[in-house]
């Protein structure tokens, strides 16, 4: 397996493409809210109907938190759910209260792609040649091996 991180935001159209490329290749993502934080409540309706199943916990993707468990929403990936990640925000890192944080996109029961919202941190877990083919098939997109593997 190796490990890619972003080096910048991806916003605008780069943005667009990339959610559609996650949607495309994920089975289902993630979004967490946080007990402290205020969330728009409509943005969480317009998911309602894809979620898969809701739980709390301390511990998600790369994260270890202290205090209140958050809430994780697990939703179907399709093109209505794409089209909503594509349409409520113009950059991965906006994706902080009142929006959920820490999109992350699962395959095959595998994180491939996590985020840590607040940190502005993204990165990929790749296991095949054609994972990797994904990456340069985003204009604007930048990411780096992680050499320290």
């Known amino acids: 397996m190796e490990y890619w991180h972003l080096m910048k935001n991806p916003t605008g159209e780069t943005y667009r493409h990339f959610i559609k ?3 495309d290749h994920s089975d289902k993502f993630y979004f967490v809210t946080m007990k402290e934080f205020d969330y ?3 943005v969480l309706e317009n998911f309602q109907s894809y979620v898969i199943e809701t739980y709390k916990t ?8 202290r205090g209140p468990a958050v809430t994780v929403y697990v939703i179907k990936s399709n093109q209505a759910t794409c089209q909503l990640l594509q349409h409520l925000s113009n950059s991965l890192y906006d994706w ?6 820490d999109l992350t996109f699962i395959k095959n029961n ?3 792609f996590t985020c840590t919202t607040h940190e502005e941190m993204g990165g990929f877990s790749l296991r095949s040649e054609s994972e990797k083919e994904l990456l340069g098939q985003i204009q604007g997109f930048e990411v780096e091996k992680d050499e320290e593997e």
């Open 21 to 23: 490329v996650l949607c």
């Open 40 to 42: 728009n409540h409509e």
């Open 58 to 65: 301390n511990q998600w993707a790369q994260t270890i938190k």
């Open 96 to 101: 902080i209260a009142p929006l959920p944080e």
């Open 110 to 112: 595998i994180e491939w």
